[in-house]
């Protein structure tokens, strides 16, 4: 049982490249969610999923795009990269949505240059 | 705009003291979670509640919900230097959950 993985570890970009962060659960967990995390900022949502073919925009959502094809997987797209998304992503899971106990992946630090 | 606003931002003590970590908002929660992060590392549950004026207590770790579920707090008693690290309320509204900006505790042996 791994958890919540997440690939890659680090990744460095150029302004306006794409790429695609991955993210996968292996407890059939319902509930996926992307966060970004910065200095003084905590937290915040960008884009989360109730269950495959199901996605809706948190709190940051421009400038990323999800798709949820399997309860698996939940990859999150940058369409052009900008400096302002050099940033900590998390992915996260859980069972019981309604009560928010969330299982993190080990992030992916983004750096976009 | 934070919904969830956490202080003391920074906490720096020494081995065996007390201290006392706030969540506060404006806002109605149907559950309020802590979580524990290390460098390099995703966030930790440390516990969910849910219910207002609830108390649970984890070892030394106590965490209260207050009776409006507007806000919430975390104690902990006697802190060991294996306490250091990144403290992070979350609430959940409607289908989205929303984070506190931390509080950084250094444990000084």
């Known amino acids: 049982n791994a958890g919540v993985t997440q690939t890659p570890k680090f990744q460095v970009l150029k302004t306006g490249q794409s790429m695609t962060l991955q993210c996968a659960q292996d407890m059939n967990h319902e509930y996926m969610s992307w966060y970004r995390q910065d200095p003084g900022m905590g937290l915040r949502l960008i884009h989360y999923s109730v269950g495959a073919g199901i996605t809706d925009q948190g709190e940051v959502p421009n400038g990323y795009n999800v798709s949820r094809s399997t309860t698996e997987d939940f990859p999150l797209r940058l369409l052009s990269a900008a400096p302002s998304q050099t940033s900590v992503y998390f992915c996260a899971s859980t069972l019981r949505w309604r009560y928010g106990e969330q299982y993190f992946g080990p992030g992916t630090r983004l750096t976009v240059t | 705009t934070q919904l969830l606003e956490q202080s003391p931002q920074f906490l720096s003590i020494q081995e065996g003291e007390n201290l006392t970590v706030y969540c506060n908002s404006s806002s109605v929660f149907s559950s309020l979670q802590w979580y524990r992060q290390e460098p390099g590392e995703g966030p930790v549950l440390l516990v969910t509640?849910?219910?207002?004026?609830e108390v649970k207590k984890l070892k030394r770790l106590t965490f209260q919900f207050g009776d409006a579920r507007k806000d919430s707090s975390l104690h902990i008693t006697a802190a060991q230097t294996g306490d250091t690290g990144l403290y992070l309320c979350a609430g959940g509204v409607g289908n989205q959950f929303y984070f506190g900006t931390g509080t950084s505790l250094t444990v000084i042996p």
């Open positions: 509640v849910v219910t207002g004026g």
